[in-house]
């Protein structure tokens, strides 16, 4: 899965070549097989953000463009997004990807992270349950989904790997919301599409009905398979 997500990264329009971060010996000689970059990450993490934090003290880029493992469904398109808000904005601290909540489900299900934006678009929380008391149709408008596709400058990069847990970050297990508890300004960009990840068992059938179904993921799929 990870090799596939890396594939799909790089097609970006903008020809960065994506690194695959990774403790495990097995997945970077995977990934390196393939022809791509890996890292061997030496320390303990407990997510994503924490495991680029120590690339980023091995590297010396302005800023980290984090897709999470689990967006098997990326399209280059919104990566390529989310990497124009940076030109547009080079003192920006952190973007990340947002998409529409579609379903009552997705308001319940507590695998899919969500936020409220305010009227800059800026995140002002994420949680996994539903805070809001208003109907679900109203919810439905004042929510988005999280995805697992953002960008962290340098600085917020460190503050957030040199800094210790943070109270909801740590019993929600929403590593984003570490930041917005330190008081870093965290923006958004809104996609036109949403996709499943993969969280769960369940989360596989919906991604191959999605493969077979979705003619945009078909074109990607055949561009990447050998």
């Known amino acids: 899965m990870l090799e596939h997500v890396r594939r799909r990264a790089n097609l970006n329009r903008y020809e960065i070549e994506s690194v695959v971060v990774s403790g495990d010996i097995s997945i970077l000689k995977e990934i390196e097989g393939y022809g791509g970059i890996g890292s061997k990450s030496l320390g303990e993490h407990s997510n994503g953000l924490s495991r680029v934090g120590e690339y980023g003290r091995l590297s010396d880029y302005d800023f980290y463009l984090i897709v999470q493992g689990d967006e098997i469904l990326l399209l280059p398109r919104h990566l ?112 036109d599409s949403t996709y499943p990840s993969i969280n769960l068992e369940r989360d596989v059938s919906q991604v191959q009905e999605t493969l077979d179904s979705d003619e945009e993921q078909k074109i990607i799929l055949e561009s990447i398979l050998p």
């Open 80 to 191: 390529d997004s989310l990497i124009s808000q940076i030109y547009k904005n080079p003192k920006t601290q952190m973007i990340n990807c947002v998409t529409p909540i579609k379903n009552e489900n997705d308001i319940h299900d507590e695998s899919i992270v969500k936020c409220i934006r305010n009227a800059n678009d800026e995140i002002i929380y994420i949680f996994r349950k539903s805070p809001l008391t208003c109907d679900i149709e109203k919810q439905k408008s004042l929510m988005f989904k999280i995805n697992g596709l953002f960008v962290v400058s340098r600085s917020v990069l460190e503050l957030a790997t040199t800094s210790g847990k943070q109270p909801i970050e740590e019993t929600e297990s929403i590593e984003q919301m570490k930041l917005i508890e330190l008081g870093i300004k965290v923006d958004s960009v809104l996609l």
